[in-house]
């Protein structure tokens, strides 16, 4: 059963960055596709970007140009850096993921914290 661990939340001021980590356990990261999302308070939650096998990545309007997903093999994760950022950024910031094969059920992470305020 893979199981998910999300870390790298953390408190910061608008136009600051942070390396949120999706870690694996129970799996392979390099075997699933894996998505960021995020839930800001009051809101739907927000789908954020997504790397598929290798380097193929997908990334929502709102977070292009200033967040990155990225494999970190030897860790057994998947990253999203994020620059520049500002308070509509806040919120839990949840992975999944989705074996590239397309069958099996879909994993969740239960998040990490990021606030952005002066």
């Known amino acids: 059963q893979v199981q998910l661990a999300e870390s790298g939340g953390d408190s910061v001021q608008p136009g600051g960055s942070l390396r949120l980590s999706c870690a694996f356990s129970?799996?392979?990261?390099?075997?699933?596709?894996v998505a960021w999302f995020r839930q800001a308070p009051g809101k739907e939650r927000e789908y954020l970007a997504r790397i598929w096998a290798g380097r193929t990545t997908n990334y929502a309007d709102s977070i292009k140009g200033r967040f990155t997903i990225s494999r970190d093999n030897t860790a057994n994760a998947v990253d999203l850096r994020m620059n520049d950022l500002k308070p509509d950024d806040t919120g839990v910031y949840i992975c999944?993921?989705?074996?590239?094969?397309?069958?099996?059920?879909?994993?969740w992470g239960r998040g990490t914290q990021v606030t952005v305020s002066s």
């Open positions: 999944n993921a989705e074996h590239l094969s397309g069958f099996g059920e879909t994993f």
């Open positions: 129970g799996g392979t990261s390099s075997n699933y596709r």
